[in-house]
């Protein structure tokens, strides 16, 4: 328990909350949480979960081959996450492959692709680091601004789909049947979760991200009863770890992105304990 | 409902898995009113020819016209409803209720979050047609795999489809929930004047709900009413004893 002992404990939100680099952090930061939560329960009951992990190997060689051109980062990893994820999609309808198969393939050639640059120009940069681990203390206003107009955008989206995207999620064959174009709810799904997880990696960084989709949306699974309740503890669960994480961070100077991902695993931790109790 | 009406004609239609011909020119007509059993072996292909009557599958040989329409310009999918054999094979720990499964299917053309006082009513009183009133706010996980199956023909019916599509809805059901369960159909089919679809294994189901029965064996190898069809030489195969072809009707 040494680690509490350097703990600022009164450390004052007020404080805090003066600062501009603060205020963006934590806008950003639950910007994203609640785009992944939302993205990631409908992500979880397609069994895709890592999805976002794929997504991130492949942006890293959009990166890469950005620092190779010496051209802006974001915008190349964005065209490449995009491009690859209705790859993804069209590669799972037209050779038959199961999700899981078509997310390593591509994620097992953007990273090969993203390795091969970096070597051959030689130049693993602390840049190419910082999109791997994330900084969410040095995030820019146009950054945060982004990351809200995807927030409102995600939520709008599913606020529209929500019952196409659930019956989808449920039952794809009977979906398709009922004349729904699933594989155009399919593409949007997975565009708008590249597009996330290239505007969150600044946040928890690639590597992590996949936390951000996946843990605050199987925290809500084990213990919501309906559907809509998992979709409000979900996003409640990603903003509570988000805000605990980035407090705690600045009272110990710990990493935010790997602080916010341990506390979300301690949403989780409850809430399977909470479900355990509830079925034994 | 228009006397003599075809719903669905399927013309001179085959298909094939890779080169494996699993349907061989199929001609068939689905006329409104009508109960039909969709009889044969496994492999016989009853599964891949209502997928291809749902769009689901793509024509490779043949035509086959929905409600007079050529099916690659058919839009009014809500007038089938679809029931798969894999219904019931869903994540038992998916966390939604029974009204959320059903306003799946209500809601899926609206594009809206919320719900109306007069949807809501629309889905219990969708519930007590298949017989599970009360049961809106109930993890679907948590009811039996009957009741599940009733969930899902809720859905199918909610949209008032003409035509209910069921692939072997009674696997795993036990005997009784099964008689009531196409009692249920029946229902449907006489109250409500919907044409149903059934793929089957079951023949003994045969003499007690439908008016109507097609045998595939890759071909479609009979094709007619239910009364013929007792006194057919198929059936006497089928059963494997000539002499005890029993027909009590409800």
Not at chain 1, 30 to 47: D, N, P, Q
């Amino acid at each position: 328990m040494l680690f509490l002992i350097g703990i600022d404990w009164g450390i004052s939100v007020n404080i805090l909350w003066q600062y501009g680099f603060i205020q963006r952090a934590l806008l950003a930061g639950l910007a994203i949480g609640v785009s992944s939560a939302l993205l990631g329960l409908f992500l979880l009951l397609r069994r895709e979960a890592m999805i976002g992990h794929g997504l991130g190997h492949i942006i890293f060689g959009g990166l890469a081959l950005a620092f190779c051109l010496n051209l802006a980062p974001v915008p190349v990893a964005l065209i490449i996450a995009i491009l690859a994820s209705l790859g993804m999609t069209k590669l799972k309808s037209r050779a038959g492959l199961h999700s899981d198969t078509a997310i390593a393939i591509f994620s097992s050639v953007g990273m090969a692709t993203g390795v091969l640059l970096v070597t051959l120009v030689n130049r693993y940069g602390i840049d190419l680091l910082s999109f791997l681990f994330g900084d969410i203390l040095a995030i820019d206003r146009n950054e945060t601004i982004l990351a809200l107009a995807l927030a409102i955008f995600v939520v709008a989206f599913l606020f529209i789909f929500y019952h196409q995207l659930l019956f989808l999620a449920f039952s794809p064959e009977s979906a398709q049947a009922f004349g729904l174009k699933t594989n155009q709810l399919e593409s949007l799904l997975t565009i708008l979760t590249a597009i996330t997880i290239v505007l969150g990696m600044k946040i928890v960084g690639l590597l992590l991200m996949t936390s951000l989709l996946v843990i605050p949306a199987a925290s809500a699974l084990q213990i919501a009863s309906s559907f809509r309740a998992s979709c409000f503890l979900a996003v409640i669960i990603s903003s509570f770890s988000i805000m605990a994480g980035l407090w705690l961070a600045l009272a110990t100077d710990w990493p935010a992105s790997a602080t916010i991902v341990l506390i979300s695993f301690l949403f989780f931790l409850g809430s399977f304990f909470k479900r355990k109790r509830r079925f034994l | 409902m228009i006397e003599n009406e075809e719903l669905i004609v399927i013309k001179e239609l085959s298909f094939y898995y890779d080169q494996k011909p699993v349907l061989l020119d199929i001609n068939l007509t689905i006329w409104a009113g009508d109960f039909l059993a969709i009889l044969g072996p496994n492999g016989a292909g009853k599964t891949t020819l209502i997928k291809i009557m749902l769009g689901l599958l793509p024509i490779k040989k043949g035509q086959v016209f929905l409600f007079g329409q050529p099916i690659k310009s058919f839009k009014n999918w809500h007038l089938l409803g679809y029931v798969p054999q894999t219904a019931t094979h869903f994540d038992p720990l998916f966390p939604a209720t029974v009204e959320e499964i059903i306003a799946m299917a209500l809601f899926s053309r609206k594009r809206l979050w919320s719900r109306t006082k007069e949807e809501r009513k629309t889905i219990s009183k969708i519930l007590e047609i298949v017989g599970l009133q009360g049961k809106e706010k109930i993890p679907i996980g948590q009811l039996s795999t009957g009741e599940q199956q009733k969930v899902f023909i809720a859905r199918a019916l909610v949209h008032k489809p003409r035509v209910l599509i069921l692939d072997e809805p009674t696997t795993g059901i036990d005997a009784e929930t099964q008689q009531q369960f196409y009692d249920m159909l029946q229902q449907l089919n006489i109250k409500n004047g919907i044409t149903i679809v059934l793929v089957t294994h079951d023949i003994g189901i045969v003499n007690r709900h439908i008016n109507r029965v097609a045998c595939l064996e890759g071909r479609l190898i009979y094709h007619g009413t239910h009364e013929d069809f007792c006194f057919s030489e198929f059936f006497k195969e089928m059963i494997g004893r000539g002499d005890h072809v029993i027909s009590h009707r409800h």
